[in-house]
């Protein structure tokens, strides 16, 4: 039997505070914008992230993929992970692990957002 699919995203304990670092020092406007990029930038590099511990909740599905391009994405891109879990689940995992990503980069001095796309674009080219 399926599980059900979450209905609040979250992240790690640690992740939620080094995403709400990354908001404090400019590099999100809002928390949400920070999530979706972290999303997007594991999702690029083909990362396939463990599973964490110590969830901690933080906004609706629906508020963060209200026309379901995450969903599509994931399921598009990642069927046999959605086969062993649910979509929303790996959102959680895709966030933390671009959340952490982009925490190191901002430790060793700041967060380089053109040399990503570039490096993300060579990728895809």
Excluded: C
Excluded at 7 to 33: H, M, P, T
Excluded at 73 to 98: C, K, N, S
Excluded at 105 to 125: C, P, S, T, V, Y
């Amino acid at each position: 039997m399926m599980e059900p699919d979450l209905i609040n995203v979250g992240l790690s304990e640690s992740a939620n505070d080094k995403l709400n670092y990354l908001k404090e020092q400019g590099y999100f406007a809002r928390k949400i914008d920070g999530y979706r990029f972290a999303v997007s930038l594991a999702l690029a590099h083909g990362v396939i992230p463990p599973e964490f511990s110590k969830r901690v909740n933080y906004l609706n599905w629906g508020s963060l993929d209200p026309d379901q391009t995450f969903r599509l994405a994931i399921e598009a891109l990642m069927p046999d992970q959605v086969a062993e879990t649910t979509v929303y689940r790996l959102v959680e995992r895709l966030a933390d692990w671009g959340v952490n990503e982009l925490h190191a980069q901002a430790q060793r001095g700041d967060i380089d957002f053109e040399a990503i796309f570039e490096q993300l674009a060579q990728k895809a080219g």
